[in-house]
């Protein structure tokens, strides 16, 4: 690895119009090899973060490094390239081409990154089997279930060996049996060397993760566990089922506290 | 610590956009075939007015192949007080001895009509005029007899008539041998003529020998028209000739007419009712242009997480625009496509109905695929800038 770290964030802001603070100085680093949640309740600054860390959107101050690559000298075309190179994203919402086979909708991930069809489809194929979808390369997206249909995304974003993968709240949409299918596949991803950030609401996912980073009110309160460490089993009630829930009233106030329901948290 | 090596993003293969182009327009099949059927309706159009013209032009070239461009006709003008001048007598011999022509003969109008029989008021003509005819006139107007025999040497003497086809038809006659009423007396109708498209002042008339015509019917001997077919490269030569030849004293009294000018002038003349027809075929078109514009911009509206998904997976803002500028253009050129091959049936199946030969120029397909791929990147154009300016963030909220 040419730079240290996959990720870094020094004393990055963003305020959105209306004078809406919505990251008030995050310092973040990430090493290769870690899998980590940032983890924090709706409003909190987390989807702000992984448009930082995603290369979506510009900071208003500080500096993003992501792999070694300081964002604020890139132009739009210089970040497309970066993240069609160093980023896979995995969002809630799957965003597969329906009526396009699972092979061809991974397949479709490789698109920018200059690699010849043919070879697309191969990695493809073997993305699909690094999820355990092997036998479904021909399904559409209508003909497999929510967690298939997940796995199809994931497997997408790791065609092209990204650097780091960011999954935002990769199991929101699914019931916990499918949200724990999912978390089995980012652990193996894990295990064979991928970087992974989860953002989610989820404090079990959280949890589940060696390192945890809990955002609130645009600032990061806690980081704490080693990212390169093993996640937790996974148990049956893995996901966003009822089980752990954050309830809604923690802002603006900053004082709130976050109530759980059930889970370990 | 900033790396010193460029990200440059990949370009994206010819193949690629056309792929990627296409699979939106997968997407939606109802859409994009009403979409594109406005193209196509524009295109029809126009490649139709284009053809169904061709074809009639074509139709009216090969008639003039066929008839020939060295026929001309000569017929007495006005004198220099305003009155109907008259061709001398001997004007058919003077004009036999021009050198390049090979053939002549003349017809002289008689002051009588003729009826079907001796019952029908003589004001009643019919609008068929009764003409005393030289009997190489149909050698040199090239005609046929469609039933009988023509004049000849026996028959031009004899109370013998040979009808034009329109004449025919006016009067009713189908067969020969039948007798008609003219100049108090009855003719015996010996021929009937197939039509004569170079004079059509033939087909209505009713012909009969000069010797008869001067016994019978008080015709004074002056020919009213004299025809004759000259080499065809000495056309322009014989026409300055003629009118000193036919009239030495008053050549300035003589009318020289070449009758192929008419039929090259019909064929001129359908070109200003085409342009007229095009415009109307350009509207349409201009309308299905704003048809695939709008599809476009619902499009981009309706599609605006897969440009977000497509951002993050690595796609530069030229490349989104790309997209959705090869969609315009396939939409449109697929419109165009249907429209040729519409436009070309549709001239076929009109063309055989009249009996002429079914032309499309290939400019005309030409045309249709520039005007295509000029509409389908105008209407792709605001759209494509509008997914392209999607910011990935935006994009990838929507709902």
Redesign the interface.
Known sequence: MNAPYVVALHAVTKVYAGQVHALRGVDLTVAGGELLAIVGPSGSGKSTMLHMIGTLDRPTSGTVRIDGYDIAELSDRELSALRGRTLGFVFQQFHLAPGVSALDNVAEGLLYTGIPRRERRERAAAALERVGLGHRLAHRPHQLSGGEQQRVAVARAVAGDPPLLLADEPTGNLDSGAGAEVLGVLRDLHASGTTIAIITHDVEIADWCPRQVRVRDGRIVADHGDGAGRPAEITKGTGSGPPAEITEEARPDGRTEITTKGGRA | ???DQ???????GP??VLR?GA?GL??RPTRVILSALGIAIGIATMVAVIGISSSSREQLLRQLDRLGTNLLTVSPGRTLFGEQAELPAIALDMVKRIGPIHTASATGTADTGVRRTDRIPEAVTGGISVQAATTELLTTLEGRVAKGTWLNAATERQAAVVLGSEAATRLGITRVGVRVWMGGRWFTVIGILEPMPLAPEIERSALVGFPVAEKLLGFGGHPTTIYERSREEAVEAVRAVLPRTVNPENPNEVEVSRPSDALAARAAAASAFTNLLLGLGAVALLVGGVGVANTMVISVLERR??I????????????VRIQFLAESLLLSALGGLVGSVLGALATTAYALSRDWPPVVPSWAFGGASAATLVIGTIAGIYPAMRAARL???VA?AAQ
């Not at chain 2, 460029?6 to 994206?12: A, H, I, K, Q, Y």
């Open positions: 610590m900033t790396r460029r990200l440059r993003p990949s370009r994206l193949s690629d990627v699979a997968r997407a997480r897969e977000g998904l497509r951002r993050s997976l690595g796609a530069t803002r030229g490349q910011s990935p963030t990838l």
